[in-house]
């Protein structure tokens, strides 16, 4: 059996994991945007420290907070906007035990247009489907708890939130299956503005095959295992690199 002790430890090193392979992809934003993970108690989570630049980010240094904004283990406290976000998500969306927050440029370029959203047009595009929520309502910097509850209730059961104007969260019940999805919603949003640029209709799927598609690739994530290998081969790459997340 894991004691509780080695649940965190690991919990920690894949977060840290997660906050490098988002300077390897370039989906940071230097010290802005957080990650967050609850602890198994369910009354604490672990979030970045306000200041340290995502390639900082160690497995030791990340800190506990309790869902009231109070920083219970570690150094430093976390951005405002942390607490404000990741807070009122994880205590209003419990399935939520993981939220990965960017601005990632082709996600968030998606949120600058008008009735900008994911086209049905692609493969990996289907992978998302009824799995995504868009809220358009931006005002401003989060510097209240009203905003994260905001955010929780347009989240719903969907698993990637477009942020209007803004950015993306991914909510999941772990640090890969978060990754997995912050990883190929950028894919999706990616290709799909650079088909956009042709000037050129859309391709769209019909419905069913949307569905089949969807259905498929879900098969692969779970059943095939492909979450959690995906996530261990991105480890292995930043192992290779000499990477710190794990100290």
């Not at 630049?53 to 506990?64: C, K, P």
């Not at 104007?165 to 503005?193: C, K, M």
């Amino acid at each position: 059996m894991m004691t509780i002790n080695t649940i965190e430890q690991q919990l920690r090193v894949d977060l840290a994991a997660a906050f490098h392979l988002a300077v390897a992809y370039n989906l940071h934003e230097g010290i802005a945007n957080h990650f967050s993970a609850v602890l198994p108690d369910n009354r604490h989570f672990l979030v970045n420290p306000f200041g340290l630049h995502f390639s900082e980010i160690t497995a030791s240094n990340l800190i506990v907070c309790d869902f009231d904004g109070k920083v219970v283990q570690g150094e430093g406290e976390p951005s405002a906007s942390a607490h404000h976000i990741h807070a009122p998500i994880h205590k209003l969306v419990p399935r939520a035990k993981v939220l990965l927050h960017t601005h990632q440029p082709y996600a968030t370029a998606l949120t600058m247009l008008a009735g900008g959203h994911l086209e049905w047009a692609l493969h990996t595009t289907c992978r998302f489907y009824e799995r995504v929520a868009y809220d358009t309502d931006y005002d401003g910097v989060a510097l209240s708890d009203s905003v994260g509850e905001r955010m929780a209730g347009m989240l719903g059961e969907a698993e990637v939130l477009f942020l209007g104007n803004h950015g993306i969260i991914t909510a999941a019940p772990s640090v890969a299956q978060a990754w997995d999805d912050l990883y190929f919603i950028e894919r999706a949003a990616q290709t799909q503005l650079i088909a956009m640029g042709s000037g050129k209709p859309m391709a769209l799927l019909k419905p069913e095959l949307i569905k089949q598609v969807a259905e498929q690739t879900r098969h692969e994530r779970f059943e095939l295992g492909y979450i959690d290998k995906h996530f261990a081969a991105q480890k292995r790459l930043l192992d290779a690199s000499g990477s710190i997340y794990c100290h």
